[in-house]
């Protein structure tokens, strides 16, 4: 897919929404819009997408779309597949329809995961997308089981005692592959090519797929509305957020850095890792590069690397 | 229209076997559903229609309750018939599904067998599941027996779809009490249960994909509160459509319903003010003080939401003296929920009688005749003329104290 022809493409979502200037989320959603040959149903889970983007009377949706509540996108969107399995079965529906559920990564990596489990052991031919921006953005900057660690949340907040967020976030991509759907993979908006291919395999594949994308917050991220791209850039440049896709239990890296960047100069991009340039935090930093690099050797050697 | 009456067929079921033949009959596009004693058993014999190919249901076995709600939900407004099933602990999880099953008005028809709730833990009948779940903005029909929860499901399927009403209903009985109790049941037949409850038409479908709808919208204070005011219509045209279905179902079946059902109480000077099976009980009591010349009578709510207050203020305005028997408690010194709602409906009445409540059988403690012969002596004694004052409002039968 050539940049021109993805333009050309008619838009799903539509501008005029209340996103941040700089917000991630609409590039994301976009492209795996645009990747879907058929009509679509889009689920949505509480949060700032679905907030900014269907404040009564108005709708940036031009595509059917249902919101019921936080933790269960995958639950709802489970019942409409299931009845449009149903209704395709008794001949009341002729037409080929896509299935998509999108969660912030609170909605998915937290408060969604059991119904996100769910679907995809069920079997439900959906597409989960979650546009990670690593915290619960819509609430106002909280710490999620996604959120880096090191990072300034109002909930980890960096303080004398406490460097920001003590834990590293929880490898969800892993654990949906783990589901044995027949394809889970890994992107980010700053790798539109790669990202678009991906939303296309995942429509394609008869039963649940999952896709992880990083999407930037410029606002709990603290970056410049201009950096959006740059910034999720950096992440898969220093390995922080690799390129890969499990397709039928197969793992296979879709970009590799030519020279990784270390992670200390991805974090400086961002004005929540602030604090740990301000003072001494040597062994910090240290123990974050090491724990990223043993994670990418263990994702090297699941993709034959 | 006669001829399905007639070829009725009575069959030996238990309040669960009834519910699901009933589904079975509705034969809903999708049903969603989890388990949890004492309901369980009719997802399982749901499941069997299903693998048996006796149903065109596409099945949902879902990994809990809140996920339950939420697929029957979606599945509602993708434009198929939804149906789910559950009891106590599950309907509490479903909570907040709940009330967003309302205000999307989407039309699901949901089985509720009663059970108490922990904690301490408890699996028996006592109603304060469905009683917490009053003010959620579904319909709430209570039902005496078997029979009464078969007939009830299937007028609920045409009352939440009706295009004046559009709103979810819960269907109760008494956990094991009826759930697993067994009766003889009369059962139409199935074509005549599909004539009767048609098509399924969700007028903002999901899967219309060529008029996109986005449903589920955020609505602040410019218009939220004009979603719940037409919801809050939606509840009293119910009142009509409850009736007109009642009235319709009656044709086919033989079997008349309304809002409540006044048993013996035409010279009636002193009630009981019942739901659910505690119904069939108490007419036992009240035939026999009947037989010892007793004016007593009993009024058995069918239709709790939407709640039929002037109805039964119309009813119950002439007694001496009423008692409410509440199998849940509101824990708010101020007594049981039924007592609350009957009470309240009596305050414009020119002519109240003497009002109490009695709270019994919590966690499914049995509730004999006796009991209920001691609760109308009160209640008698109370309408005398001798009676001084009401004396305690909220009195707890058959517990240790």
């Known amino acids: 897919m050539a940049l021109p022809d993805l333009a050309k493409k008619p838009q799903r979502f539509t501008g005029g929404h209340r996103a941040c200037a700089g917000c991630g989320f609409p590039v994301t959603i976009k492209i795996i819009l645009q990747a879907a040959e058929n009509p679509v149903v889009v689920g949505c889970a509480t949060g700032c997408m679905e907030v900014t983007s269907t404040i009564y009377p108005y709708t940036a949706w031009r595509c059917s779309f249902i919101h019921t509540a936080f933790e269960n996108a995958a639950a709802t969107m489970s019942g409409v597949e299931a009845a449009y399995r149903s209704l395709k079965r008794q001949g009341k529906i002729d037409k080929d329809i896509d299935f998509i559920a999108f969660g912030g990564d609170g909605g998915t990596y937290d408060i969604g995961l059991q119904a996100l489990s769910g679907a995809m052991e069920r079997g439900h031919k959906l597409v989960y997308v979650c546009y990670n921006n690593q915290g619960y953005m819509n609430t106002g900057i909280q710490r999620s089981s996604a959120t880096p660690r090191g990072a300034n949340t109002t909930t980890t907040p960096a303080g004398t005692h406490l460097p920001g967020k003590p834990q590293y976030p929880k490898d969800l991509t892993a654990i949906m592959a783990a589901h044995g759907i027949p394809y889970a993979a890994q992107a980010s908006m700053s790798h539109w090519n790669d990202l678009y291919r991906k939303a296309q395999k995942a429509f394609a594949v008869d039963g649940p797929a999952f896709l992880n994308v990083l999407s930037t917050c410029r606002l709990g991220w603290a970056t410049a509305p201009e950096d959006t791209v740059d910034v999720a850039e950096g992440a898969v440049q220093c390995n922080v957020w690799p390129l890969f896709e499990v397709e039928n239990g197969k793992w296979k890296l879709t970009f590799k850095p030519k020279k990784p960047l270390p992670v200390a100069d991805w974090m400086k991009q961002q004005g929540r890792f602030k604090h740990l340039f301000q003072s001494d935090n040597t062994e910090l930093l240290e123990s974050i590069q090491r724990q990223v690099d043993e994670d990418w050797q263990r994702l090297l050697e699941l993709c034959g690397e | ?401």
């Open chain 2, 1 to 401: 229209m006669a001829v399905a009456v007639e070829t009725q067929k009575t069959a030996a079921l238990t309040g669960n076997e009834a519910a699901a033949q009933a589904m079975r009959q509705i034969n809903p596009d999708v049903v969603a559903a989890y388990p949890i004693t004492p309901q369980t058993e009719i997802v399982q014999l749901f499941s069997t229609f299903v693998s048996d190919g006796l149903v065109k249901t596409e099945f949902v076995a879902v990994e809990s309750e809140h996920s339950a709600m939420s697929a029957t939900v979606g599945a509602a407004a993708a434009g198929a018939r939804a149906m789910t099933a559950t009891s106590s602990q599950g309907l509490a999880l479903m909570w907040e599904m709940l009330y967003i099953a309302a205000g999307m008005r989407v039309p699901v028809v949901m089985p509720m067998v009663n059970r108490a709730l922990s904690s301490p833990i408890n699996i028996h009948c006592d109603h304060s599941d469905s009683m917490g779940a009053r003010d959620s903005g579904w319909l709430q029909i209570y039902s005496e027996n078997a029979q009464e929860m078969y007939d009830n499901l299937i007028q609920a399927v045409r009352i939440a779809e009706h295009p004046d009403v559009l709103l979810p209903v819960m269907v109760t009985m008494d956990g094991f009490i009826i759930s697993h109790g067994m009766e003889n049941v009369e059962l139409l037949p199935d074509r005549a249960v599909q004539d009767f409850v048609g098509e399924y038409h969700f007028p903002y479908p999901l899967l219309d994909v060529e008029h996109p709808k986005t449903l589920g919208p955020l609505a602040l204070q410019d218009f939220y509160f004009e979603f719940k005011r037409q919801q809050a219509e939606a509840v009293h045209r119910a009142k009509n459509v409850i009736l007109a279905v009642a009235e319709e179902y009656a044709r086919i079946s033989g079997r008349r319903y309304g809002f409540f059902e006044a048993y013996q109480m035409d010279d009636a000077e002193y009630a009981v003010v019942v739901l659910g099976s505690t119904a069939g009980t108490a007419k036992y009591v009240i035939d026999q003080l009947r037989q010892a010349g007793e004016k007593c009578g009993l009024v058995k709510i069918r239709v709790f939401r939407p709640f039929p207050g002037p109805e039964l203020s119309e009813l119950l305005s002439g007694l001496k003296a009423l008692g409410i028997l509440d199998r849940a408690d509101t824990f708010s010194t101020q007594g049981g929920p039924l007592y609350l709602e009957v009470k309240a409906a009596l305050y414009h009445a020119l002519k109240r009688p003497k009002c109490i409540n009695y709270i019994y059988g919590l966690g499914g403690r049995d509730i004999d005749p006796e009991l209920i012969r001691q609760a109308l002596m009160e209640i008698k004694d109370l309408g005398s003329e001798q009676a001084d004052g009401v004396g305690p409002i909220v009195r707890y039968l058959g517990v240790r104290e």
